[in-house]
């Protein structure tokens, strides 16, 4: 979805992100998702990172539990590639 919604600024994304909003319970959690990326602000430097999601009442209204403290205190600023899934890509 982080491709769908910002293309080639984002090439890797930390895993506290991944591990909070693998977390969270969300209403209608594919819709939630997408929509969370979409109000997200794209990221400086090509890593979506938390402070790129959306802040207070906005990120709670589509998500509940969503604990971005605790996620950044199991990973830090640790992050993982983007794999590109175009045609012609390894």
Known sequence: MLKKHMGGAVRRVELAVL????????PRRNRAI?????LSSSPV??????ENLPKGELLEHFANSLSLDASELRYGRSWVPI???SPGQP
């Not at 591990?19 to 969300?26: L, N, Q, S, V």
Request: glycine share 10%; aromatic share 10%.
């Open 19 to 26: 591990d909070a909003i693998g977390r969270a319970e969300f």
């Open 34 to 38: 997408d929509q969370l990326i979409m």
């Open 45 to 50: 430097d090509g890593t979506f990172r938390i």
């Open 83 to 85: 794999h590109d899934d």
